[in-house]
């Protein structure tokens, strides 16, 4: 096989046979529908060949980010797309306006207790990032934590990636970044006296963990591919040039972690790939001995989760894996001095629901499972040995069809409560405790909506029918009085991928839709984790087709129960919902009045075919690695950039970020300059935010203003008048 660049050629022929020329500069022509003149791309032609398939690609070039050619096409991009948009100015502040009214700008989270101390997370008017702060249990003067609005002053981005406290609560560990690049740089504050140590660590990643001696903190270490490959151990005072290395993966398609276990006798770490995963430990009381096995790594045995028990015959680890054939996940414990011995099953595997994690604490465990598509939580009571108590287990029950429930913030161990999260696509988050002695729920924070009834809405679940048979949940939201006649306009969100599960959770940026009479759709395809793990494993590698035959089912069965309109019908999707959304116009382009492809992963095989892109390596489990040939032709079948063909899409408003790490922002750039010289009919807009990465902006303003715009444009698309 080759993978060939070729040279740049003048004027060519592409496979339609139709001559392109490179002219050397920027050229703009007239839109296929009337309206401003859109940039067109210069075609320069390079071809690739893998296992007898060729590939044409007359935008490589845009991959060269230190172009000026290429800056120079993004902001032409980015002043084209402005200008369409810029008779929607009215409805866009409109529709900030909204988002604003429903938000109670000044606000806190509910009270997460830890020790002596209870904390919160602070919204201000007028702020773009909250500030976290502490105060006495039970009630005394404030006192400030961390202000992201200080961190972010003089900066158009400010990200934080993690935060730790220290046992003693004293010192905060944080990590911060400015670009959207996604590697941060440790600090460490003082909270009495809100300074930061002189001990700054550069050019790290997710996870840090403290010793229990307060001074010693386990942080993780990306490699030039910006995978996470090792972790590390710095003493607080000294030189992070004398940081020791503690764990090392030369695997690039495994990651590292690291985090202190919830009783904070152990520093827990691993390294783990889609299928296969093993975990080490560390005393958190001896933080410079060598890591100890928990579970050693088998190839197609994955550890989801990890967590510590104290016992009176001895601790025990505690595993959500997929040992022994257990597909679905199961809980075993192990004991902490000899963990390769005898398991112990403590929540056994089952077909019909996927066991997706667990918290320890001293008398009980908080499990969270997955059935029939939606989350459940069930309480399982221990005695004072540790071990379960027979048939005292409990299902915490929901009061919506459709429902989005988690494991909250739980920082102690020795507690006798549970905080768990709630919210559907009708009710704002809950924050409730629940009583694991008596079995009863206290709530203690919901988010106040402005403007906004719940019981005005409703929320429904429909299935799908797939070409295989198989039935696809539908999570809906509708306003109360839209009735099922076809005539209504939708939105319809994708993901499916990575075993991720899209639950049904509400979005005060939804409700300027709801309230204008839009159909809001989930559609939980194959390649998420909605239905367990073989919803996952039917929908990637070589089966990945049917991640996009779902979704297009799904509308197809909102149309046919008269949830829609079928002439008036937007779909959405992110990142590799991105590819969804790249690859549902070129299976049926009559179905979609509009399509946004948000930081889209279009360039599907060029990518995979190129390991010095950050990431690729790590993502072969995914969607395949193509140096497979029956692997190549599967993603050759789908990859949306490569599958463009001459003919009429729906108009489509794509993103990029400039500094995304994740997927590149080449990828809707060649996506877009292919699609306005192939489409026979149809308006691409590209915006690329060239100060941000993979999320956008991170300012809540900020972050509104853009949801307004995008919006502006799904509403003008759906035949909204301004």
């Avoid at 679905?328 to 099953?345: C, K, M, S, W, Y």
């Avoid at 006649?485 to 939105?491: E, I, N, Y």
């Avoid at 750039?669 to 489409?679: E, I, S, Y």
């Amino acid at each position: 096989m080759v993978y060939g660049i070729g040279a740049a050629v003048g004027i060519d022929a592409d496979r339609t046979g139709r001559p392109h020329h490179d002219s050397g500069a920027l050229r703009r022509e007239t839109d296929r529908v009337s309206g401003p003149l859109a940039p067109i791309a210069p075609r320069r032609t390079s071809v690739s060949i893998a296992h007898g398939d060729e590939r044409v690609d007359d935008y490589g070039w845009l991959r060269d980010r230190g172009s000026p050619e290429v800056l120079a096409y993004l902001e032409a991009e980015n002043a084209h797309t402005a200008e369409v948009m810029a008779p929607t100015a009215d409805l866009q502040q409109r529709l900030f306006e909204e988002i604003r009214s429903h938000v109670t700008e000044t606000d806190e989270s509910a009270p997460v207790v830890r020790g002596e101390w209870e904390y919160v997370v602070r919204t201000e008017a007028g702020a773009q990032y909250p500030v976290r702060a502490r105060r006495p249990r039970g009630g005394g003067a404030e006192q400030g934590v961390l202000d992201v609005n200080e961190l972010a002053a003089g900066h158009a981005y400010c990200a934080v990636g993690g935060t730790a406290l220290s046992p003693d609560q004293s010192l905060l560990a944080y990590s911060v970044e400015h670009t959207g690049d996604e590697v941060y740089e440790f600090r460490f504050r003082d909270i009495a006296t809100g300074a930061d140590l002189a001990d700054r660590i550069e050019r790290t990643t997710y996870g840090l963990a403290w010793a229990s001696d307060g001074r010693t903190i386990f942080y993780v270490r990306p490699d030039e591919a910006l995978r996470a490959h090792q972790v590390w151990r710095h003493e607080l005072g000294t030189e992070p040039a004398a940081d020791r290395l503690v764990f090392e993966e030369p695997d690039e398609t495994f990651d590292v972690w690291v985090e202190r276990s919830r009783s904070g006798a152990a520093i827990l770490l691993g390294s783990e790939a889609r299928t296969t995963s093993e975990i080490w430990w560390v005393p958190a009381d001896a933080p410079t001995a060598p890591p100890l096995a928990v579970a050693r790594r088998v190839a197609d045995v994955k550890i989801v989760a990890a967590d510590h028990l104290r016992r009176a015959d001895g601790a025990r680890f505690l595993l959500v894996t997929a040992a022994a054939g257990a597909t679905n996940f199961e809980i075993v414990a192990v004991a902490v001095d000899d963990p390769e011995g005898a398991r112990q099953v403590v929540v056994a595997h089952r077909d019909d629901a996927r066991v997706d994690g667990v918290d320890a604490f001293r008398t009980h465990l908080g499990v969270s499972e997955r059935t029939g598509g939606l989350e459940r939580l069930v309480v399982v009571p221990l005695d004072d040995a540790g071990e379960i108590v027979p048939g005292a287990q409990r299902v915490i029950e929901m009061p919506d069809a459709a429902y989005s429930v988690w494991l909250d913030a739980n920082p102690e161990y020795d507690t006798g409560v549970v905080r768990f999260g709630y919210s559907s696509l009708a009710r704002p988050v809950s924050a409730y405790d629940h009583d694991v002695a008596r079995g009863e729920n206290r709530l203690v924070k919901r988010d106040p909506v402005p403007g906004f009834d719940p019981d005005h809405t409703l929320t429904t679940r429909e299935w799908g029918t797939a070409p295989d048979g198989t039935r696809i949940p539908i999570s809906i939201v509708r306003r109360a009085d839209i009735a099922l006649d076809a005539t209504a306009p939708l939105l319809l969100y994708g993901y499916g991928s990575y075993e991720t599960s899209i639950d049904p959770v509400f979005n005060v940026r939804r409700v300027p839709l709801l309230d204008r009479g839009v159909v809001f759709a989930i559609a939980h395809i194959r390649g998420g984790g909605e239905m367990g793990r073989r919803w996952w494993l039917d929908g990637r590698l070589d089966r990945k087709m049917n991640t996009f035959t779902d979704f297009v089912a799904c509308a197809q069965h909102l149309i046919a129960e008269g949830y829609c309109d079928p002439q008036r019908i937007v779909c959405r999707g992110r990142s590799a919902g991105g590819l969804l959304m790249g690859a549902v116009p070129n299976l049926r382009p009559d179905l979609w009045r509009g399509v946004v492809a948000e930081v889209p992963f279009v360039d599907v095989l060029n990518t995979m075919s190129d390991a010095s892109i950050p990431l690729t390596a790590g993502e072969y489990a995914e969607w395949g690695n193509p140096a497979d040939a029956d692997l190549y032709r599967a993603m050759r079948a789908y990859s949306p950039y490569d599958n463009l063909t001459p003919r009429a899409y729906p108009d489509m408003l794509v993103t990029g970020g400039l500094h995304d790490p994740r997927v590149q922002y080449w990828e809707p750039a060649k996506f877009v300059a292919k699609l306005r010289a192939t489409a026979t009919s149809g308006r691409f807009l590209l915006r690329t935010d060239l100060g941000a990465g993979h999320a956008g902006p991170t300012g809540r303003y900020d972050a509104w203003r853009e949801e307004s715009f995008t919006l502006a444009w799904i509403l003008t698309t759906l035949g909204f008048t301004l």
